[in-house]
T-cell receptor
Framework: AQTVTQSQPEMSVQEAETVTLSCTYD???????LFWYKQPPSRQMILVIR??????QNATENRFSVNFQKAAKSFSLKISDSQLGDAAMYFC????????????FGQGTRLTINP | NAGVTQTPKFQVLKTGQSMTLQCAQD?????MSWYRQDPGMGLRLIHY???????DQGEVPNGYNVSRSTTEDFPLRLLSAAPSQTSVYFC??????????????FGPGTRLTVL
């Protein structure tokens, strides 16, 4: 099975500091998509950032950026200037470029922001 | 647009009972899917559909049935509920165009408890 692994079940960071969440994945494909989703206590799944595997440039969305290392199959999320509202579960996910848009998720990382 | 809606938000069943989780979207999305979320395991794909009249199994399909008679609706049926089906269920939808990093939109989830 092609898997996505998040090795950090929990992380914490001081408000205004920077934190990096790790994600590695397994795939035999050359083209695919990677995503980070945020799940606050409301349970709603919110897309944070996405990366196309064929793009070498790392994606950025305001305070959120990724470090995409295709050869190493690594896709980490960096949150800069952490805010209390960033506290949530974060899920890394991979989607195949082939056919149906099935997402494979990692186990999740619970991020706590300390004031 | 209401986006992706799910009903009910919470449900308690007894072992052996049947029920249907409802999912609807008003964005004319071709692709719809059901995931379950269990602690420490992220989200796992149950069933998915690439269009009306077409469904297929995901990673964990046993004990669940689906149908897609319209583009808008994608109900998930539990034929004989078991305690192992206690979980949070998410419905998601997206456009289904290859070579496009389509975002999947998630519903608010249904928390199901089977006693």
């Amino acid at each position: 099975a092609q898997t996505v692994t998040q090795s950090q079940p929990e992380m914490s960071v001081q408000e205004a500091e920077t934190v990096t969440l790790s994600c590695t994945y397994d795939t035999s494909e050359s083209d695919y998509y990677l995503f980070w989703y945020k799940q606050p206590p409301s349970r709603q799944m919110i897309l944070v950032i996405r990366q196309e595997a064929y793009k070498q440039q790392n994606a950025t969305e305001n305070r959120f950026s990724v470090n995409f290392q295709k050869a190493a199959k690594s896709f980490s999320l960096k949150i800069s200037d952490s805010q209390l509202g960033d506290a949530a579960m974060y899920f890394c996910a991979r989607r195949s470029d082939q056919g149906a848009q099935k997402l494979v998720f990692g186990q999740g990382t619970r991020l706590t922001i300390n004031p | 647009n209401a986006g992706v809606t799910q009903t009910p938000k919470f449900q308690v069943l007894k072992t052996g009972q049947s029920m249907t989780l409802q999912c609807a979207q008003d964005m004319n999305h071709e692709y719809m899917s059901w995931y379950r979320q269990d602690p420490g395991m992220g989200l796992r794909l149950i069933h998915y559909s690439v269009g009306a009249g077409i469904t297929d199994q995901g990673e964990v399909p046993n004990g669940y049935n689906v149908s897609r008679s319209t583009t808008e609706d994608f109900p998930l049926r539990l034929l004989s509920a078991a305690p192992s089906q206690t979980s949070v269920y998410f419905c998601a939808s997206s456009y289904s165009r290859r070579l496009s990093n389509n975002e999947q939109f998630f519903g608010p989830g249904t928390r199901l408890t089977v006693l």
